[in-house]
């Protein structure tokens, strides 16, 4: 079985493929803003690359390290405060890594030297890195598979200020392996006791698979948030047009801020519905059709508007303080998406535009617009 899974972990790094591409580019539109901020109050930064493989791929294409590299010599201040540290467990990859980085111009101008280290991340290690994170780590985590990434590692790189986490969960592997008991010891430790107990309830009634990766990613966000107040934003990988979940790329912050930034680079890369409420899904084979675009829309839809109505109703409030609170709240949309909302409530009489915002009632729905949510006759039959 090891040198299958060897064999598999090199074959993927003969094509960069569109989805491994998007992963990447994620990483680095988040690195920038994260540092300008961080770094106002704090003169070191750190990057922290787990699983980091070769550094590009058999054809030439920059993986995620280069890419990296790429970006911080094109920022001066990256250049002085950033400090990189890569971790690779395969030898081969490794050297493969060592020789990319070193080659890079970037390298030899940087204050610190990239760290380049031959490490399999293993208990020893969330141990060791538990007691040694450094306040302002932005961390990207790419595990093969999810056998290498444990619940405990994602609360080691994020207990302190300033820290940040991206990483890659092949829910797919969860959704086979789970179905053979064998593999339930490994389970259970990445998961826990208690989610995995419910993941067993879960299989006895069922086992199909889009539905249990649903249900997996669910119990694992569930943990994470009783471990610590995060917001989690999950962008889905499918493998085709039936929307079978691949891969998870997740992002985990304690801050509004982190995950409002993250949230509007993830929408840039995400398919749409109908209604243009981003899926934060890519399909690689062509994306989705449009009769799935209009179901998803005309379902996705009338869920937020239900949301917003369940959160604000009986209040009266400027439309500003809505988007605010939504985002404090983990809202996955942008203000863009909340107005199409409330107008779907505006036309169901559960919403009323006030006149207090000096304008007038019949315009559309702004920034600046007073709004009050109301009961409707069909809220009160459901009391």
Known sequence: ??????????????????????????????????????????????????FSGRGQFHDGTLATPLKVLDLVRDNPPLKQKLQISFYEGNRANFRALQEVVRCHEVYTQLTYEPQITCQT????????????IQPGTYTFIDPYGYSDISLDLLDAVTRSWGCDCLFYLSISGLVRNIKSEPKWPRIREFLGDGPFAKIERVLEKSTESTNLAKILFQEIEAELRRRREYYVLPYCVEFDQARRPSHYLVFLSKHYLGFKIMRDIMVKYSDVDADGLPLFAFSPKGGITHKQKEFFGTRRMRELADKLHRDFVPRTLRVRKVFDECLKRGYPYQDKHLLKAMEKLRLQRRLVKCELSGEREDTPITNKSVVTFVLSSEDGKGQ
């Not at 991340?121 to 040694?132: E, G």
């Open 121 to 132: 991340i293993n208990s020893d290690f969330i141990a060791r890195l538990t007691c040694n």
């Open 1 to 50: 079985m090891g040198d299958t899974r060897v064999a598999k972990t090199q074959q993927y790094w003969d094509t960069a493929d569109e989805h491994k591409r998007i992963k990447s580019e994620i990483v680095c539109a988040y690195l920038k803003p994260w540092a300008q901020i961080i770094g106002k109050g704090s003169d070191n930064l750190f990057y922290l690359d787990l």
